[in-house]
Nanobody
Framework: VQLQASGGGLVQAGGSVRLACLAS????????MGWFRQAPGKEREFVAG????????YYQNSVKGRFTISRDNAKNTVYLQMNSLKPEDTAIYYC?????????????????WGQGTQVTVSS
């Protein structure tokens, strides 16, 4: 199983970035997906999650209204559209897969992880 995250980079505060995570080696449509992030010196934290059929999405409070998670099961890809970025959004962003219909906010419940992509927001 591989989860390949891409789309990170350097962006100014107020800007936008779209992350993508391409999954291979698993039956993508049977996995809930999540995005997590880890800033320097901090623990990894949940950002957003989506159920296997896209029926349910959920977000960390600090990103609600700014970030949108979506998935395309035909392309085995999950996305994270990030708008109105703030310097505190700077982190390495990881995608993760959890077998089953519904994801959770706990990283311990996810089965597979991508390698991470750096997002840096300058002020």
């Amino acid at each position: 199983v591989q989860l390949q995250a891409s789309g990170g980079g350097l962006v100014q505060a107020g800007g936008s970035v779209r992350l993508a995570c391409l999954a291979s080696g698993l039956s993508f449509s049977t996995y809930a997906m999540g995005w997590f992030r880890q800033a320097p010196g901090k623990e990894r934290e949940f950002v957003a999650g989506i159920s296997w059929g896209s029926g349910s999405t959920y977000y960390q409070n600090s990103v609600k209204g700014r970030f949108t998670i979506s998935r395309d099961n035909a392309k085995n890809t999950v996305y994270l559209q990030m708008n109105s970025l703030k310097p505190e959004d700077t982190a390495i962003y990881y995608c993760a897969a959890r077998w089953g219909t519904v994801g959770t906010t706990s990283d311990h419940t996810y089965d597979y992880w991508g390698q991470g992509t750096q997002v840096t927001v300058s002020s």
